[in-house]
């Protein structure tokens, strides 16, 4: 076998080694920083929903002004931190030539959507 080949063989190893770990995870099962969906509706925890929106995706929590700010598909929200009652909604669609130029890109009309990241 030449050094090359040994060379090659440890590299993808440790590939594999590495994918393993970052696709398990080092999270031990007690681990305070996790909690099923199951655990929180079973709780007193309080729940915001909004029929009309998908993908909540962003959270900013603004503990001086005591809100939470969530980005959505299609939608911004300001949420009160206490109770997570709804204190403002902002449409914020993609515009229409936007969505368009990102279907005629082979996108579907789902992924066209905007997604609100940043905050």
């Not at 090659?8 to 770990?21: D, E, H, I």
């Not at 999270?27 to 993908?55: G, T, V, Y």
């Not at 204190?87 to 669609?93: C, D, P, S, T, V």
Request: with cysteine; net charge negative.
């Amino acid at each position: 076998m030449t050094r090359r080949m040994m060379q090659w063989g440890v590299y993808k190893v440790t590939l594999l080694v590495l994918l393993s770990t970052l696709s398990r995870g080092d999270l031990p099962e007690d681990d305070f920083r996790i909690i099923s969906r199951q655990d929180l509706l079973a709780s007193d925890s309080d729940i915001f929903e909004d029929k009309n929106a998908k993908s909540f995706s962003q959270l900013l929590f603004d503990v001086a002004r005591d809100q939470v700010i969530v980005g959505a598909r299609d939608a911004l929200y300001r949420l009160s931190l206490r109770g997570l009652r709804q204190l403002e909604r902002a449409e914020w669609a993609a515009p229409a030539e936007k969505a368009q130029l990102c279907q005629d890109k082979g996108q579907t009309e789902e992924d066209c959507h905007n997604y609100v990241k940043v905050l």
